[in-house]
């Protein structure tokens, strides 16, 4: 083969292989941008199934789309209101506490008046058939701080027994049960030390 048809003979298969690569790339971004509203609207529906778990009830607007982020002592918490009659009704945000294994990331919702309406763990890394006990699957525990408030049952009793607390631990992992009722307490202290904000009362004259 002389060497002007060989230079040809690369250069089309070159050009071949790129526009190969550039029809797939196409492919792909066309079926990235048709699945991307189906993918956005399941994670919304699964977002608003877990607000559902501490915020119970009906409210007349978006949780998704009525938010504020305030700092926290983990970071900044991104906070969801449900709103009644125009106004904040119950809000509901993650907290943090720190178990045997690692982080144990809770959500919980807040009535307008500081009571808890519920708290549900979303990520942990406890052990199995001990610190699991914190799943509403795997028992009633966490059930124990709906209702509750900062002034009940009092700051010093918002423990576990073991600790001259209120709060039942687990045989063998007391450390578990410890770290999500010191999250929960302190996301009632975020709740009252940021109040305004979060009932967006901003504006409102005492």
């Not at 307008?112 to 942990?124: A, D, F, P, S, T």
């Not at 199995?128 to 009793?157: C, V």
């Amino acid at each position: 083969m002389k060497l002007e048809e060989l230079r040809e003979k690369l250069v089309y298969q070159g050009l071949l292989l790129g526009g190969v690569a550039l029809l797939t790339s196409a492919a792909l971004a066309f079926a990235s941008r048709a699945t991307e509203a189906d993918i956005k609207a399941a994670e919304a529906a699964d977002l608003k199934q877990s607000l559902a778990q501490v915020l119970p009830g009906e409210y007349e607007n978006d949780l998704l789309k009525d938010t504020v982020t305030l700092p926290g002592k983990e970071g900044e918490v991104l906070v969801y209101r449900g709103r009644r009659a125009g106004k904040v009704d119950a809000v509901v945000y993650q907290v943090i506490g720190h178990g045997y294994a690692g982080n144990i990331v809770c959500v919980m919702g807040v009535s307008r008046e500081g009571k808890i309406l519920g708290v549900r763990v979303i990520n942990h890394k406890e052990t199995p058939g001990l610190g699991d006990k914190i799943e509403p699957a795997k028992g009633d525990w966490i059930h124990d701080f709906e209702g509750k408030w900062l002034g009940e049952p009092g700051a010093a009793k918002w423990a576990v027994k073991k600790d001259g607390g209120v709060f039942d631990q687990f045989a063998g992992a007391t450390i578990t049960p410890r770290g999500v009722v010191n999250a929960v307490k302190g996301g009632l202290e975020f709740f009252e030390g940021n109040k305004t904000q979060l009932l967006d009362e901003a504006g409102t004259k005492p």
